[in-house]
């Protein structure tokens, strides 16, 4: 199973950027998918996730209504569009998956994903 990550690099506060993810090695309708995102000196967390039946979560306030997940089964990839972007959105950006049959839903912990891709950086300059 290989999670590829891509879109990163170095945006002015304000600007946009969409983050993709390209799972292989699984079929990916069957996989809840989440972005978390860590910053130096910071835990990992949770940003985003879309479930295998398309429930959508966006979990730090600071994201919402600033970022859109989505999913394109057919090409076996989901996205994070971020737009209004800030230094405070400066993360590595990661994506994993959890296979519907862990249970349905998005968890908060990192741990109840089965596999994780390398990460994308995401820089705001102010």
């Known amino acids: 199973v290989q999670l590829q990550a891509s879109g990163g690099g170095l945006v002015q506060a304000g600007g946009s950027l969409r983050v993709s993810c390209v799972a292989s090695g699984i079929t990916l309708e069957y996989y809840a998918i989440a972005w978390f995102r860590q910053a130096p000196g910071k835990e990992r967390e949770g940003v985003s996730c879309?479930?295998?039946?398309?429930?959508?979560?966006y979990w730090p306030d600071s994201v919402k209504g600033r970022f859109t997940i989505s999913r394109d089964n057919d090409k076996n990839t989901a996205y994070l569009q971020m737009d209004s972007l800030t230094s405070e959105d400066t993360a590595v950006y990661y994506c994993?998956?959890?296979?519907?049959?862990?249970?349905?839903?998005?968890?908060?912990?990192?741990?109840?994903?089965?596999?994780w891709g390398q990460g994308t950086q995401v820089t705001v300059s102010s």
């Open positions: 879309i479930s295998s039946s398309g429930e959508i979560v």
């Open positions: 994993g998956v959890r296979p519907k049959w862990y249970g349905g839903g998005c968890p908060t912990r990192k741990g109840e994903y089965a596999y």
